[in-house]
Every structure is written in C-alpha cells, then in structure tokens.
T-cell receptor, first 116, second 112 residues
Framework: AQSVTQPDIHITVSEGASLELRCNYS??????LFWYVQSPGQGLQLLLK??????LVQGIKGFEAEFKRSQSSFNLRKPSVHWSDAAEYFC??????????????FGKGTHLIIQP | DAGITQSPRHKVTETGTPVTLRCHQT?????MYWYRQDPGHGLRLIHY???????DKGEVSDGYSVSRSKTEDFLLTLESATSSQTSVYFC???????????FGPGTRLTVL
C-alpha cells in the first residue's frame, strides 16, 4: 500500500522568507502527487499536482513543487511567503494501478506559521 | 469552485443514534469519496463510489455505510454513532479515477 510522510508537523517562517515543505511517498510505481492547502475551518484547496512530464510543477499562489523519483519526494516551495499563507498543507498520493479510483492517501499535514 | 455541498455542516448527536451525512454535487462527476479528518491523522478514506450503486470500502470503513442512488448524491451513514466517530467529514469528487479530487466544505460531527 502507498504511504505519505510529511516529516515536519509545524514550520515557522518569517514573512518574506522562502519556504520548503517536505513530502516523501512510498509507492511501487510512479504515483499521482498532489499538494492541498487548508485554511482554518475551511475545506481543502488544490495547490498543484503532478501526473507526468516535467518534474517541476507550478501551482497557484506562487507555489511550485518538484518530483524527484530517486528520492521519492515531492517537496513544495515558495520563494517568498505572505502572512496569508499560514495554513495546514497536505501532500497526497494517488495510485496509478488498479484504475486509481480508490482515493488518495494523505500525509498528516504540516502546519505553517508565519512570523511578522 | 466545484459545485459540492455537504449537509448538515455541523451536527451534535448522542452515542448509539443513527446519523446520515449528505454530499451533493452539481458537476456530474462519476467518482465520489468520503474522508474523515482527525488531528494528527490527516485525511483518511472511508468509502468511495465509482458510479450509481457502485461503492467500495476505504481504509477506515468500519462502522460506516454508504449509498449512491443518484449521480449527484452520496450518503454516509453511521448506523450507531460512537464517540470515536467524532470528526470532520469531507466529501470529494473527481471526473476521472486518477484526476484531481475537489473537496466539499466539510461536516463537523460531534458524538457525545
């Protein structure tokens, strides 16, 4: 079965500083990979996704992520964070075998705090 | 935003009572999912549907059942609610099995 690890439960970053959130996955084949963001009391919003092709993926709100097969990683980055980026971030993996209809496996999330 | 609504948005119930949560979509997507979100666990899949009357179990399906009689509606039922089912429940939809899942606003359920 696939799994997702987000090693950092909390991360604190100063406003204007760069950000990198880590995500490692375990899956035998090439997975579908997603980053979602959740603001307090809200649902999940898709930031970006990787299905195939270019391993550097651009998303909304200035975020990007890079798929590294050799490291089984899909880290999320942003060059300069804004106070509005404070939220919970989830990495998720979807299977490519068996039709892939059986949902996503999520990491436990990283809580991002922005310092003024 | 994808047209997904969940009802009710908040519910407080007592142990042993039945509870049904509804997910309604206006996107005509084939695939629908129920997840629960708990602190320290992220989101975990409860059940999913790949068409009308076609459903299957997810990772944490014990104590839950689902039904889908129409494309637009996916119901999650707790036959006899327990305190361990206190959680936030999210519905999601997708057009293709390996495509992006779009999430509803969630239902916060408290079982006393």
């Amino acid at each position: 079965a696939q799994s997702v690890t987000q090693p950092d439960i909390h991360i604190t970053v100063s406003e204007g500083a760069s950000l990198e959130l880590r995500c490692n996955y375990s899956y035998g084949a090439t997975p579908y990979l997603f980053w979602y963001v959740q603001s307090p009391g809200q649902g999940l919003q898709l930031l970006l996704k990787y299905f195939s092709g270019d391993t550097l993926v651009q998303g909304i709100k200035g975020f990007e992520a890079e798929f590294k097969r050799s490291q089984s990683s899909f880290n999320l980055r942003k060059p300069s964070v804004h106070w509005s980026d404070a939220a919970e971030y989830f990495c998720a993996v979807g299977r490519t075998s068996g039709g892939g209809a059986d949902g996503l496996t999520f990491g436990k999330g990283t809580h991002l705090i922005i310092q003024p | 935003d994808a047209g997904i609504t969940q009802s009710p948005r908040h519910k407080v119930t007592e142990t042993g009572t039945p509870v049904t949560l509804r997910c309604h979509q206006t996107e005509n997507h084939r695939y629908m999912y129920w997840y629960r979100q708990d602190p320290g666990h992220g989101l975990r899949l409860i059940h999913y549907s790949y068409g009308v009357k076609d459903t299957d179990k997810g990772e944490v399906s014990d104590g839950y059942s689902v039904s889908r009689s129409k494309t637009e509606d996916f119901l999650l039922t707790l036959e006899s609610a327990t305190s361990s089912q206190t959680s936030v429940y999210f519905c999601a939809i997708s057009d293709l099995p390996t495509d992006t899942q779009y999430f509803g606003p969630g239902t916060r359920l408290t079982v006393l």
